[in-house]
Nanobody, 121 residues
Framework: QVRLVESGGGLVQAGGSLRLSCAAS????????MGWYRQGPGKQRELVAA???????NYADSVKGRFTISRDNAKNTVHLQMNSLKPEDTAVYYC???????????????WGQGTQVTVSS
């Protein structure tokens, strides 16, 4: 019913930057919270950043001051600008969206397929 497609991952040297994007499509009435999670090798999935439909943001302490989340409500997209990347940022990054479906009544959580970010030292 709803699909999230991520793009923008890759390999970068420490101190470099990457921009992740995620586009939601399908049976969508509106999207409440959108966010990015990551899962590093041998680690649990963790919240990186989230943004409400009104633009309120929340960041993990480990990325504050380096990452910026933004969204375009008209296009159902969310972006994560990642600067000053560190090797410990290496992970698979997943897009998440809390979607109100097209009937305006039901709500579900959806995940993207994940995009690899690798930061070399």
């Amino acid at each position: 019913q709803v699909r999230l497609v991520e793009s923008g991952g890759g390999l970068v040297q420490a101190g470099g930057s990457l921009r992740l994007s995620c586009a939601a499509s399908g049976y969508i009435f509106s999207i409440n919270l959108m966010g990015w999670y990551r899962q590093g090798p041998g680690k649990q999935r963790e919240l990186v950043a989230a943004i409400s439909s009104g633009g309120s943001t929340n960041y993990a302490d480990s990325v504050k001051g380096r990452f910026t989340i933004s969204r375009d409500n008209a296009k159902n997209t969310v972006h994560l600008q990642m600067n000053s990347l560190k090797p410990e940022d290496t992970a698979v990054y997943y897009c998440h969206a809390n979607v109100v479906l097209g009937d305006g009544a039901r709500r579900n959580n959806y995940w993207g397929q994940g995009t690899q970010v690798t930061v070399s030292s």
